[in-house]
C-alpha cells in the first residue's frame, strides 16, 4: 500500500519561512504528478503547488513567488520551500500523489499543521 509522510509543518511568525516534506513509500517516478494541497478551518481544500513527472510545476496564485516545490527522485521525497508566510497560510498541508495511464489513482498523506502568527 502506498503511504505518503509529511513533516517538516509548525508554527513560524509571519514572513518567516518553512519547508516541507513528503516521503512516498514507494518510488516517486511511479507518479505522474505530486502535489501539496492545504485547508484552513471552514475551507475546502485547494492546491497549492504541483510537479510534474518531467519535473514540470505549477502553483497557486496565492503561492506564486513565495513557495517551491521540488521533488529529490533517489530521496522519493517531494518538497515545498514556503518563504514569507503570512497568517493566511495557515492551514493543514497535504501531499498528493496521482499515478498514470489506465486506472490511475490518487493517493494522500495525513496532513502537517502550518500556523502562522502575525
Known amino acids: 500500500q502506498v503511504q505518503l509522510v509529511e513533516s517538516g509543518g509548525g508554527m513560524v511568525q509571519a514572513g518567516g519561512s518553512l519547508r516541507l516534506s513528503c516521503v512516498a513509500s514507494i518510488n516517486i517516478l511511479t507518479f505522474g504528478d505530486m502535489a501539496w494541497y492545504r485547508q484552513a478551518p471552514g475551507k475546502q481544500r485547494e492546491l497549492v503547488a504541483r510537479v510534474y513527472h518531467e519535473g514540470w510545476t505549477n502553483y497557486a496564485d496565492s503561492a506564486k513567488g513565495r513557495f517551491t516545490v521540488s521533488r529529490d527522485n533517489a530521496k522519493n521525497t517531494v518538497y515545498l520551500q514556503m518563504n514569507s508566510l503570512r497568517p493566511e497560510d495557515t492551514a493543514v498541508y497535504y501531499c498528493?500523489?496521482?499515478?498514470?495511464?489506465?486506472?490511475?489513482?490518487?493517493?494522500w498523506g495525513k496532513g502537517t499543521l502550518v500556523t502562522v502568527s502575525s
Open positions: 498528493n500523489a496521482n499515478t498514470m495511464g489506465a486506472g490511475p489513482m490518487a493517493y
